[in-house]
């Protein structure tokens, strides 16, 4: 059996091991779970959606004149990645688009998020245009509109350009303005046909991978450039709602935050403040460095006071410029954190307490599934002042076995009832939230782990690319059908 090394962000430096290969008995019980909640009850206006992003699935990483982005150059390294996988070939999105969306349809989801990649548009970053990159994406969104479904756009899901890297990447104040041309030139070619878009994924995944501890490209270990890093993607993200707000005409322009619910590992009267003030610390870290400049509160300095150091990399006028009133914000749960401090973790002063050594369920890349996280991170972020919540993605891995020509994924379908069930419980006491996209479409690749982890409602056999609808795409069909 094959055992590897994975590394959480929250984690900060914590090891734990995946998962033995799970027992499929469950897979071979007649047992259907009933379906409890019904899609009526999160009211008419619920958006309901699936999504990807364009590294993980487009494969054709060097066809038609896409320059090579930051994913494409680490996955090509040695070592980097879980098998030595990459995405050069993915799940051939670029070629099988419309299959995609057409199973999207038959699953009665109204909506597709998935991502554009910048090196397929700016082949070398700025300047020079790649036509036939700009006619894959119309093909894309042409495609969504024919069939009633909405597309959603993430300008940037982690793939960029090398070339820029090369400069720096997002360590280099420059890349605001190299961004900024990226967005514009995107939101005026699509703007008059896609309403909704995403400036960021996840920023705290990709400069906190990135930059801090290197598992994910570039590959860096720098905390300098982390804060670096960090100041200019909190300034882009800004400068992007602004740029697609302009160019669009009744645009919905949001951002996506990572997000756990947080806490203490120890209940000890004596001993628990320490692990208090150690969840506090990564609650800064994980869920509100990215999210606060936004709202105008600045960076979580007090909470976590290493953070004082990127004050350095301001410049006359930042604090105004990191302010940007989003419509909506993009919200991905994935698993609880529980927090101790530790003197041997820098700059944060705390580590997670795996799900393994709790000994609670796990999925596949051992996050932990808690549906109760998902109601806590919804009630957290709904104190601040926002005035939509979508849920942009959500979803589970588990390993999947292929019977005949079904894949009967009884655990995901009870993972998406538990979570739904607590992302309505919070809509019911009035939390904003409005949209619920699962992820992912299809199986796809999950970065540093490769393809082993499969996130999909639709099975992808990565050798014929053949695509199967999991039992759990049926469980979302049935709950989504229009009477
Ligand atoms: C969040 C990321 O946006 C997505 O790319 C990734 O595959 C999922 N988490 C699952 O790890």
Redesign the pocket.
Request: net charge negative; aromatic share 24%.
């Given at each position: 059996m094959n055992r590897r090394t994975w590394i959480k962000l929250g984690g900060m430096g914590v090891t734990s091991f995946l998962l033995p290969t799970q027992s499929v008995d469950f897979l071979f019980s007649k047992k259907t779970i009933p379906t409890k909640l019904s899609a009526q009850a999160f009211g008419k206006d619920f958006l309901w959606g699936a999504a990807c992003?364009a590294y993980?699935v487009e494969g054709a990483w060097n066809k038609d004149g896409k320059g090579p982005s930051i994913w494409d150059e680490f996955t090509h390294k040695k070592n980097k990645i879980h098998k030595g996988e990459n995405g050069d070939v993915a799940t051939e999105f670029y070629k099988n688009y419309k299959a995609d969306i057409a199973l999207l349809k038959e699953m009665n989801f109204g909506v597709f998020r998935f991502s554009i990649s910048w090196s397929r548009i700016f082949p070398s970053g700025t300047g020079k245009i790649n036509q036939k990159g700009v006619e894959f994406y119309h093909k894309v969104i042409d495609e969504c509109i024919n069939n009633d479904i909405e597309p959603w756009i993430t300008l940037y899901?982690?793939d960029l350009p090398q070339a820029l890297q090369q400069e720096g990447g997002w360590a280099n104040r420059k890349i605001i303005s190299w961004f900024n041309e990226y967005v514009a030139f995107c939101t005026k070619t699509f703007g008059s046909k896609v309403k909704n878009w995403m400036v960021m994924?996840?920023p705290a995944?990709f400069v906190g991978l990135g930059y801090m501890l290197g598992y994910h490209a570039p590959g860096i270990k720098n905390p300098f450039k982390f804060l670096k890093a960090t100041h200019h993607v909190c300034i882009a993200m800004a400068d992007g709602g602004r740029i697609i707000r302009q160019n669009v005409a009744d645009a919905n322009v949001g951002s996506t935050f990572?997000c756990s619910h947080i806490e203490p590992y120890t209940d000890d009267p004596i001993l628990s403040y320490k692990d208090v003030a150690a969840a506090k610390r990564m609650d800064a870290l994980l869920n509100r460095l990215y999210i606060e400049p936004s709202l105008g509160m600045g960076y979580p300095i007090d909470s976590l006071p290493a953070l004082k150091r990127i004050e350095r990399y301001y410049e006359p006028g930042d604090e105004e410029r990191l302010k940007f009133n989003f419509d909506f914000i993009g919200l991905?749960n994935?698993f609880r954190v529980v927090a101790r401090k530790s003197m041997f973790v820098p700059f944060l002063k705390a580590k997670q307490i795996s799900a393994e050594e709790r000994n609670v369920p796990m999925n596949e890349?051992k996050f932990e599934v808690y549906p109760e996280g998902i109601y806590k991170v919804i009630k957290q972020f709904s104190k601040y002042d926002i005035k939509n919540i979508i849920i942009t993605?959500n979803?589970v891995c588990y390993e999947d076995v292929l019977l005949g020509n079904r894949i009967h994924d009884s655990k995901r379908i009870e993972f998406f009832e538990t979570y739904l069930e607590q992302v309505l419980k919070a809509k019911n006491e009035g939390a904003p939230v409005n949209g619920y996209f699962v992820?992912?479409l299809t199986d796809?690749f999950?970065?540093s782990e490769g393809y082993e982890?499969r996130?999909g409602l639709i099975h992808v056999d990565f050798r014929t690319q053949k695509r199967t609808i999991k039992d759990s795409g049926y469980w979302f069909k049935d709950f989504l059908r229009i009477e």
């Open positions: 992003a993980q899901h982690w994924n996840e995944a990572s991905q994935y890349m993605e979803g992820w992912s796809n999950e970065w982890p996130f």
